[in-house]
């Protein structure tokens, strides 16, 4: 879909028409009709089963399919929709020449005091193309889900949160506002702990949503109050308003700016899985393999990245937080990048090398590349979105093949599998299609978006923090390597050597049905030429860039410049002209090139070393020694938040119940009834029921009173 | 002339509320606060002269409650008899919390 027509290929001297929106509220509300349709599907079928086993019957036994096709047509049907839709406001807008974003406000959402929201949505070339990715290969998922998901008796449930999760997924990148991008922040965080704990009767699972929810809250915490700051600054949350008036409100590296965006890094770090916050995404793998694909590695995970872009302008003003983000995403894409070395569970890799990947979506963003940024976040999902389909697919024939002969290894251990490309061709060949884009190799997407991100890491030691730069930019170079080894050692794993799932089980291995395997072939190909729409044009003009063959050079670069242009004015104005070389010189093409040629022979180099190991099927294996361990483990990191956050929190907690609540409040509230219970009964001693005394008193008291006034 | 008709006054006052805090007879109580009003009248009446006409306005007031009162109380203390066959107040303690 980004082959669309380029630049150079409208007609000469044609007058640019103004971009109209095309009914961009229906984009936004066909997922949720389509939400609505499935619940209410899912509802009936949930109270029908319910009723059957009340009456005797065994629930799983007595489902009705009839629902089912209902839901197919509805659920992937809303969200191709929207995709023809925003098809027709791509074309609408790569017609126009439109530089000031157009916003499409419905209603007045909230009018407190100084603060006025309205319901808007904001249509510029920064949204479309997030638009783009969720619709289009949020369509290519929702179609695979039809055949990963169609024995499941909670299909429908299923679709009605799937077509949820795109309708929040719209409103993020189609807020005009802090807070209506806030409302798609917390959406897709809600959508995305539905879906983790989809199959709730594992208590794992179940778990692992919570978990991603409350790791999510963190970084929710500081989105809301770098929000709040941006209001005390601005006194207003509108993006028209509060970016063009950054760079006149705020100092350059002021506390203030440092602090919001810092804040909002933080809610970054909690959606994108960044250290310290990244723990959840590989639990989160407890969910259906399509909801990874479209949810934790396609869009959902990427919203901090697309957040730090879109913020670019506050982000440029505040060199300190760029230097964070950078080094952030360098050390969680080489955290990440070790631990997936050494995993064995096929979409624990996929999880880890996601996680890689947004550590360099966030370096990009980081030193400035904003573009980049969003170049890497559109080709990793076309690759990664391949790699969690193909997985669903390799996991969907082990699961069935181990159905068969009733057995219960684990049907997404990499060491159950093995030689599986003789009976799952297509998913073999596409999926060795993403692994080379993702280990860069040329001229797949993966060279081009990667390359980018490493080559401006590079320009950036030049500007500020020379030494920090260069070190991120080495630490950068030695992921992409190690990126190129822990992939390729899955699809060896995985696809070839000698079968390992047993003999009989052997035999029920199957390709997946063409429904699946088509979304495959799709994204296979967008795998290919998604890197072609920002070829630069050093290499354009080189051989890599296919020897000027493509029609255009840096496209995405000059297609986002509305948006980075004032970041990119800030920077000039601050740091001056950008470096054209890399640490240790070398030109772009050149270590393009070196990158190219490094990740292919390490491809190589691990397909042959690997093709020599010896693997035992996980029943028989022996635990992992040594380094190993200590990477199968993943550092050891989740047992440390235990023991250092979740049992001191724990603790607290207890303390507050037990102490706090119990002893104390408790206590308080307690004791104020029994002393009102107490004085009560004493004071009632007085009421003694005799007419007499009453009358007694009362002459006193008027005896009193009157000696008090009178004397 | 005044210092006779306060003091005759306060007597009449302070034998009625004598009455009411000793007497144990619902009916003697009951007079008793009766003479205690009419102590006030008389006292109304006194100053009225010195002062205007509407101590005597106020002692109707008095006399029209008074006689309502009087009925109402009377009635009371008649179905109190019937139900207790006494009015003796020292029986009559059910009236407290």
């Given amino acids: ?711 | 002339m005044l210092t006779e008709a306060l003091t005759t006054s306060a007597l009449l006052f302070v034998i009625g509320t004598f009455g009411v805090l000793v007497r144990r007879n619902a009916i003697i109580m009951f007079l008793c606060i009766e003479l205690q009003l009419n102590a006030v009248n008389l006292a109304l009446v006194a100053f009225s002269r010195y002062v205007g006409v509407e101590g005597q306005v106020f002692v109707f007031f008095v006399m029209t409650v008074a006689a309502a009162e009087a009925a109402v109380g009377l009635a009371i203390i008649i179905s109190i008899f019937r139900h207790y066959r006494t009015v003796n107040v020292d029986n009559f303690n059910l009236l407290k919390w």
């Fill in chain 1, 1 to 711: 879909m980004t082959l669309a027509p380029f630049p150079s290929l409208l007609q000469e001297g044609a007058q640019p028409a103004a971009y109209e929106p095309v009914l961009p509220g229906l984009i936004v509300l066909l997922p949720l009709l389509g939400f609505l349709v499935n619940g209410v599907l899912a509802m009936r079928v949930g109270a029908r089963a319910a009723a059957a086993v009340r009456a005797g019957a065994d629930g799983a036994e007595h489902q009705d399919d009839g629902h089912k096709r209902w839901v197919t047509l509805v659920g992937p049907g809303v969200v191709g929709l929207s995709f023809v839709l925003v098809l027709l406001n791509f074309a609408g807008m790569f017609h126009a020449d439109l530089h000031d974003p157009v916003v499409v406000s419905y209603w007045s959402w909230m009018v407190t005091g100084a603060l006025e929201v309205d319901a808007a949505l904001q249509l510029d070339q920064l949204s479309m193309i997030m638009m783009l990715v969720v619709t289009g290969v949020g369509f290519l998922i929702h179609v695979f889900s039809v055949g990963y998901m169609h024995d499941d008796p909670g299909y429908a449930r299923y679709f009605s949160y799937l077509n949820l999760f795109v309708f929040f997924m719209l409103v993020l990148v189609l807020g005009a506002s802090f807070p209506v991008m806030f409302v798609g922040w917390e959406g897709v965080g809600l959508c995305s702990y539905l879906l983790i704990g989809f199959w709730f009767q594992d208590r794992e699972k179940a778990d692992a949503g919570k978990k991603a929810f409350i790791v999510n809250r963190i970084g929710d915490f500081g989105f809301l109050v770098a929000m709040f700051l941006v209001f005390t600054t601005f006194g207003t949350l509108a993006f028209a308003e509060v970016f063009p008036e950054a760079p006149a409100l705020l100092e350059y590296g002021g506390a203030t700016v440092t602090a919001i965006t810092l804040f909002f890094f933080l809610g970054a770090a909690g959606k994108s899985a960044q250290i310290p916050l990244y723990v959840w995404l590989p639990d989160a793998m407890a969910g259906p393999t399509p909801v990874s694909a479209l949810i934790h590695a396609a869009t959902m995970v990427t919203a901090g990245v697309y957040m730090v872009a879109r913020m670019a302008v506050l982000f440029a003003l505040a060199p300190v937080s760029s230097a964070v983000v950078a080094t952030v995403g360098v050390l969680t894409a080489l955290l990440a990048a070790t631990i997936a070395l050494a995993q064995y569970d096929i979409k624990k890799v996929l999880a880890y090398s996601t996680i890689s990947q947004l550590g360099y979506m966030f370096l990009a963003v980081g030193v400035g590349a904003y573009y980049v940024g969003i170049f890497h976040l559109m080709t990793h999902a076309f690759f990664k979105a391949l790699l969690f389909l193909g997985s669903g697919a390799v996991i969907h024939a082990m699961h069935h093949a181990l159905h068969r002969t009733h057995s219960h290894a684990d049907p997404q251990d990499m060491r159950n599998m093995g030689g599986l490309r003789a009976s799952m061709p297509v998913t073999w060949i596409t999926m060795w299609i993403a692994t080379l884009a993702i280990a860069g190799v040329w001229p797949l997407a993966g060279f081009f978006s990667k390359d980018e991100i490493i080559w401006y890491a590079g320009l950036a030691a030049s500007s500020s923090y020379p030494a920090l730069f260069t070190v991120l930019w080495v630490l950068a170079l030695a992921t992409a390597l190690l990126t190129a080894i822990y992939m390729t050692r899955l699809m060896v794993m995985t696809f070839h050597g000698a079968n390992r799932t047993g003999r009989e089980e052997a035999r029920h291995l199957h390709e997946a049905p063409r429904v699946m395997t088509i979304p495959l072939v799709v994204l296979a190909v967008l795998s290919v030429v998604g890197g072609w729409v920002n070829v630069p044009e050093e290499v354009a003009a080189s051989v890599l860039g296919l020897a000027g063959a493509l029609p255009t050079s840096e496209w995405l670069h000059h297609w986002l410049e509305p948006i980075t242009a004032g970041a990119a004015a800030i920077r000039y104005e601050h740091l001056g002209e950008p470096a054209h070389a890399a640490p240790f010189g070398g030109g772009e093409v050149l270590w393009a090139g070196l990158s190219t040629l490094a990740a292919l022979a390490l491809v190589l180099f691990t397909a042959r070393a690997a093709a020599r190991w010896k693997v035992v099927p996980a029943a028989r294996a022996a635990a992992p020694t040594g380094f190993k361990s200590l990477l199968f483990n993943k550092w050891y990191v989740d047992e440390f938040y235990d023991r250092f956050v979740v049992q001191p929190v724990l603790a607290a907690s207890r303390f507050s119940w037990r102490v706090i609540d119990a002893v104390l409040i408790d206590g308080a509230v307690n004791g104020l009834g029994l002393v009102t219970r107490a004085g009560g009964a004493f004071v009632s001693l007085f009421q003694t029921g005799q007419v007499n005394t009453y009358a007694l008193v009362l002459t006193l008291g008027v005896l009193a009173i009157l000696g008090f006034v009178v004397f």
